[in-house]
């Protein structure tokens, strides 16, 4: 099988997120694709607002009606910083014989040489990046054995720190974020 997995800190997940997971499933044909929400970013320590189960809850809810997708908790389990590497490790334990790819905004490009383990990473999986808007992307260091694809799609500028904003400022997330996402943030009384 032909498996992506899509990292991030879906903190909330939005139409940016998703439209992104079906470009990339539609472009390479994949047979699944696993979201997998991060409990810490270590390039991102600031960037985790709500709780993992909130994170969670939100990720099930956007999804839930989706057979493409599916959701890892793995890292959420795990908790403290995610590094990509631990979680290839054990997804390719859990998938020996498939061709896995981790899914990345092409923001993370210049930066993949700071990533733990790297040129292992490099060996247990191929890189799709995906062009963010107002974030051109540059290249990868040079990395030896990295398989690093684009991909093309719809450019959805929106950012989750952007609506974490408008909530707090009492402003609409209609149209940025599927409406279940909208209903939990409500209920949870989410980043105000």
Same mark, same amino acid.
């Given at each position: 099988?032909?498996?992506?997995f ?6 909330p ?16 044909q994949?047979d699944r694709?696993f ?6 970013a270590?390039?991102? *320590? ?7 189960? &909130?994170? #969670?809850?939100? $990720?099930?809810?956007? +999804?839930?009606?989706?057979r ?7 890292e959420?389990?795990?908790?403290g910083?995610?590094?990509t ?11 020996p ?12 490009l *210049? ?7 790297? &040129?292992? #990473?490099a060996? $247990?999986?191929?890189? +799709?990046?995906l062009?963010?808007?107002?974030h ?12 690093l694809?684009?991909?093309d799609?719809?450019l ?9 904003r ?5 402003l609409?997330?209609?149209?940025f ?9 409500e209920?949870?009384q989410l980043?105000?």
């Amino acid at each position: 099988m032909k498996i992506g997995f899509f990292g991030g800190s879906f903190d909330p997940v939005h139409f940016g997120h998703l439209i992104a997971a079906q470009d990339a499933y539609e472009q390479y044909q994949f047979d699944r694709i696993f979201l997998v929400p991060a409990a810490q970013a270590p390039l991102k *320590p600031n960037d985790v607002a709500s709780s993992p189960a &909130d994170r #969670l809850g939100m $990720l099930q809810a956007a +999804i839930e009606w989706d057979r493409r997708f599916e959701i890892s908790d793995y890292e959420l389990k795990k908790g403290g910083i995610s590094y990509t590497i631990d979680s290839v490790r054990y997804f390719r334990t859990c998938f020996p014989n498939d061709d896995l790819y981790w899914i990345i905004g092409g923001d993370q490009l *210049p930066r993949m040489n700071m990533w733990r383990g790297i &040129d292992e #990473l490099a060996q $247990l999986v191929e890189f +799709i990046f995906l062009e963010r808007p107002g974030h051109p992307s540059k290249p990868a260091p040079e990395i030896p054995g990295l398989r690093l694809h684009r991909c093309d799609g719809h450019l959805i500028e929106i950012s989750s720190s952007e609506l974490r904003r408008r909530v707090r400022q009492d402003l609409s997330l209609h149209y940025f974020c599927p409406q279940e996402v909208i209903a939990h943030i409500e209920a949870k009384q989410l980043y105000r």
